[in-house]
Structure formats: structure tokens, C-alpha cells
């Protein structure tokens, strides 16, 4: 159905550009606009979409902040890890993760990682900062293996980029990153397993939240206010490696 819409141009800017567009597409200056809004509708359609998906989140925020105490597993309401996890989800992390396989020089009589290898992961990772303009890169052996006879190590590890470790008032705390098992985690719960661990936090840690599983262990981040937040961990390093298989 069409539809007839009046308006005026108080942009020269924007006139001009039609108007360049009219005369190389030899048309009237309302079908040069016609098309212009043709062309433009998929992109507003994307703003529109990304603005209802953050006015969910302001919306889901202000409930969260607004009911005490957090709400229990039997209630249908988002509960507090859930939420840092969506906003983890939708907001911190970069919409994919790089897959890729390395083999390194080991010289060491031990299976631990070594100079190299922390090295050439290193510099790998910090191309993809570069390339992709994200804050930090996790770097988490999926496999891998150590030959002392060719005095190599190394494998498959998956890369997480990260686009910035705030939101709002909290700090996703990636430097202060573990890994532990999962059998301890449903068991005990986070913040017990973590205590037995002896692993301090740098501030008062609101919650954690996993972001990677790796046969029987889970990757976990602390969450903190901003104000608990240590100097070490807002300027500790732009790439965080991660060996799941440290004690084999």
C-alpha cells in the first residue's frame, strides 16, 4: 500500500547526496529518496532490533536490583547467575570464538607449559586483538599433548574474545579466571569449591559465572563491583591462557 510522506531537508549534506544520486541514476528526486529509504529500511531494522534487545536488559536489570532476596530455582524469574551469564553473553563476549592448533618447542623434562609456548600463544592472541579490536583474549587448551622424545608440546585451544569486561556497576574479572571440577562445583557449590581451592579474590566477589567446560572441569570469572575492583586486575594482561590439563 502506499503511502505519501512530506518532508523537508535542512541538512545540505543530505540533499547534496540525493541529489548525486538523482542525477547518476537519471531519476526524480522523490524516486531518489524512495530508494535511499529503500536501501537504508534493513539497517534501521537492525538498530530497531538491537534497541528492544537492550531495553529487555535494562528492564530485566531493574527487576533484578528491585527484589530482595534473589529469587529461588522454583520461581520462573531470572536468578542472579543466570543474569550476569546472559549479560556475559550478550554484551562481554564477542559473538564467536577462534578454534586453532599449535605446536611449540618444549625443552623442559616436565609437562608443565612452557617460555615458548606461553609465547607463541601470546603473540598469536594479541594479532586477533589487533584484528578483531576487542580488550582481552582467554586463551583454553581443548587438547593437548607433550612429546619429550621430539621435545614439542602443544594442540588444539580455543580462543574467547572479550569486548570489554564492564557492564554497568561490575567488572568481569578474566585475569582472576580459574579452572575447577565440576563434580566439586555441583557438590559443594561455587563459592565453597572455590574456598577449598584457597583461591582469594581480588575484592568481595558478587558470583561466578562459567564460560567454558573442558572434560570434567569448568572455566569460571568472577564478578565484583567496580569500586571492589584491585589496580592488578584492571590493568593485568590482554591475554589469559588457561591449561585444563596443568596436573596430567
Given amino acids: 500500500m502506499m503511502k505519501r510522506v512530506s518532508f ?21 528526486f522523490s524516486a531518489a529518496i524512495k530508494e535511499c529509504l529503500k536501501l537504508g529500511a534493513p539497517v534501521l531494522n537492525r538498530i530497531n532490533e538491537n534497541i528492544a534487545a537492550i531495553t529487555d536488559i535494562e528492564d530485566k536489570l531493574r527487576q533484578f536490583f528491585n527484589e530482595e532476596p ?22 562481554i563476549k564477542y559473538e564467536y570464538d577462534v578454534l586453532d592448533r599449535k605446536i611449540f618447542p618444549h625443552e623442559s623434562t ?3 607449559m612452557g617460555v615458548a609456548e606461553k609465547k607463541g600463544i601470546k603473540e ?13 583474549a ?14 614439542r608440546a602443544g594442540g588444539f585451544y580455543k580462543t ?11 567488572f568481569f574479572d578474566f ?14 557449590g561455587t563459592k565453597e569449591t572455590v574456598r577449598r581451592h584457597q583461591i582469594r579474590s581480588t575484592g568481595f566477589c558478587t558470583l ?41
Fill in 8 to 28: 523537508s531537508l535542512a541538512e545540505t549534506y543530505e540533499a547534496d547526496v540525493i541529489k548525486k544520486y538523482q542525477h547518476l541514476k537519471k531519476c526524480s
Fill in 70 to 91: 534473589f529469587v529461588q530455582r522454583t520461581k520462573p524469574e531470572i536468578t542472579k547467575g543466570e543474569f550476569f551469564h546472559s549479560i556475559y553473553k550478550s554484551h
Fill in 110 to 112: 616436565r609437562n608443565a
Fill in 124 to 136: 598469536n592472541a594479541t594479532l586477533m586483538l589487533e584484528y578483531y579490536k576487542v580488550e582481552k
Fill in 138 to 151: 582467554i586463551c583454553i587448551y581443548t587438547n593437548r599433548k607433550v612429546s619429550h622424545a621430539l621435545n
Fill in 160 to 170: 574467547i574474545l572479550i569486548k570489554t569486561s564492564v557492564f554497568g556497576d561490575y
Fill in 175 to 188: 585475569c582472576n579466571s580459574v579452572c575447577l571440577p565440576i563434580d566439586e562445583l555441583i557438590e559443594y
Fill in 208 to 248: 561466578h559465572i562459567p564460560i567454558f567446560y573442558i572434560n570434567n572441569k569448568a572455566v569460571i570469572v568472577p564478578v565484583l563491583r567496580t569500586e571492589e575492583v584491585s589496580q592488578s586486575s584492571r590493568t593485568g594482561g590482554d591475554v589469559i591462557i588457561i591449561n585444563p590439563f596443568e596436573d596430567e
